[in-house]
């Protein structure tokens, strides 16, 4: 490696390529890391973190109708201020940027600020200077995908929307995945006339289906007004804002439509195509478990090569990438089964392991266990809010094979469940385990006999 200016060039500085050029470099790698937008990637700045500070947000206006019932009185009626939490996220980004630079700079990585260019399977060009490399790790993530129709130029995409210069008092959403059920519930909060437009059936596609039709039930009640099998056919920009034809036939006036409709590789002018690296068909980075392209030394992880799209995943492809390239012992694959995850929709959805569907055809025999009730909280609060926990169980074996959650704070309380799902803990087990009351959580632990077989 010696014969190259680098043994590591990353490009791309979010959550796995940063955490890939740290854990190199603690190996005594020399690496550098070119990015040409923002330090954290999508998570940080248009993602994962700026959502879930919306979130919060959204919440509180539950928060202050909840207060009465238990002998709160606001003085005046609250008051929402869409700049002062449009700025407010701005300086947190801004600081996060900040950290992940001094990351950077204490693990002894040089940053180079500006989009790398792919020359060969050894060199990269960034800012009029080429740079050899040992390996060259692409790390460049995604980037929203808008669909062709007329007036798709009035569209905001998932970058954007933090940053509307107005609040929209009307506000639409198109898609069905993680990002259109969570906007949609985040305006709806902060007190938008909320639409969510999506061309199937139901949203949430790959969930488990009765926590889909769960949250569909839980969001319309919250005042989400929900448009399922139409699309958009066009909007037109008219006076009073945007006028949005649906397939349908249905016409819906409102301030602005995000296109929350996916993400794609975000591989425009990187140069691997003069390489004639190899894709899978949806247009991703084909890698091996040594996240190797059909081009040995260059490499690819996190969502640019169409595994799960989480942050989480990506920063343990960047540790197992380096244990493979970087380290003596080669360790065995990473494994991507019982990934918890969670939708920070409002109530929140938190999952880990099997859907039932995905039980029936795996396990065979299977049974469910379902709690579906007023969460504690709400008997005083008047809210209608309930709360759905579902434990999967394998028959045959005890073993839970899926948790599911929907509710307030789901993600915390699927977080703890995920690692009994994740070391194959039977529901023995969880029987076994005294709940904490009163809470919520422990419902997990005590229910006993089946709902369905």
């Known amino acids: 490696m010696s014969d190259f200016d680098y043994d ?4 791309g500085a979010g959550s796995g390529g940063v955490r890939a050029a740290r854990t190199a470099a603690a190996t005594g790698a020399r690496v550098a890391v070119a990015e040409d937008r923002y330090l954290g990637g999508t998570c ?8 879930k500070l919306y979130s919060y947000a959204a919440h509180f206006h539950e928060a202050f109708e909840d207060a009465g019932g238990f002998g709160w009185h606001l003085p005046e009626a609250p008051r929402f201020e869409w700049a002062t939490l449009r700025d407010n996220k701005i300086g947190e980004i801004k600081r996060l940027n900040e950290i992940y630079g001094r990351l950077l700079d204490t693990a002894g990585v040089r940053l180079i600020n500006g989009r790398a260019k792919v020359l ?3 060199h990269v060009s960034a800012n009029d200077e080429t740079l050899s490399a040992a390996k060259i790790l692409v790390a460049v993530g995604g980037w929203p995908w808008v669909p062709d129709f007329p007036g798709n130029e009035h569209v905001v995409d998932s970058n954007r929307v933090f ?3 107005a609040f929209p008092e009307r506000f639409l959403v198109l898609g069905g995945g993680y990002i259109a059920v969570e906007f949609a519930s985040i305006f709806n909060g902060l007190g938008s006339e909320a639409h969510l437009v999506y061309r199937g059936e139901l949203f949430l596609r790959g969930f488990d289906q009765q926590v889909r039709e769960f949250t569909r039930d839980e969001m319309a009640k919250k005042g989400v007004q929900l448009h399922f099998e139409a699309n ?4 037109e920009k008219v006076e009073e804002g945007l006028r949005v034809s649906l397939t349908n036939g249905e016409q819906l006036e409102v301030d602005a439509v995000l296109a929350a409709t996916g993400r794609r590789p975000h591989l425009e002018g990187l140069g691997l195509d003069r390489l004639d690296i190899a894709l899978t068909d949806s247009g991703h980075l084909r890698v091996n478990e040594r996240f190797e392209t059909s081009v040995p030394s260059i490499l690819a992880l996190g969502d640019v090569t169409g595994g799960p799209e989480l942050t989480p995943v990506a920063l343990a492809e960047a540790m197992q990438m380096v244990r493979h390239h970087f380290d003596e012992a080669e360790p065995a694959a990473l494994d991507y089964r019982n990934i918890p995850t969670a939708v920070f929709c409002h109530p929140n959805i938190g999952t880990v392991g099997l859907s039932e569907e ?7 025999e299977i049974r469910v266990y379902v709690a579906d009730f007023r969460p504690m909280k709400h008997t005083l609060s008047g809210s209608s809010e309930r709360c759905l926990m579902k434990l999967i169980v394998d028959d045959a074996s005890d073993v839970v094979v899926g ?21 194959g803990l039977t529901k023995a087990d969880f029987d076994a385990t005294v709940g904490i009351h009163p809470t919520g959580a422990e419902e997990f632990v005590t229910m006993r006999a089946p709902t369905r077989r």
């Not at 590591?8 to 490009?11: E, H, N, P, S």
């Not at 940080?44 to 700026?50: E, H, I, S, Y």
């Not at 959650?405 to 699927?414: D, H, R, S």
């Open 163 to 165: 940053d509307l210069e």
């Open 232 to 235: 958009i056919a066009s909007i």
């Open 44 to 51: 940080v700045n248009v993602g994962c973190v700026p959502k």
């Open 8 to 11: 590591l060039i990353v490009i």
């Open 403 to 423: 948790a599911h959650m929907v509710g307030e704070e789901a993600g915390e309380v699927i977080q703890g469940i995920a690692v009994a799902v994740r070391a």
């Open 120 to 122: 060969d399977a050894h």
């Open 358 to 364: 995905q039980a029936r055809e795996a396990c065979g």
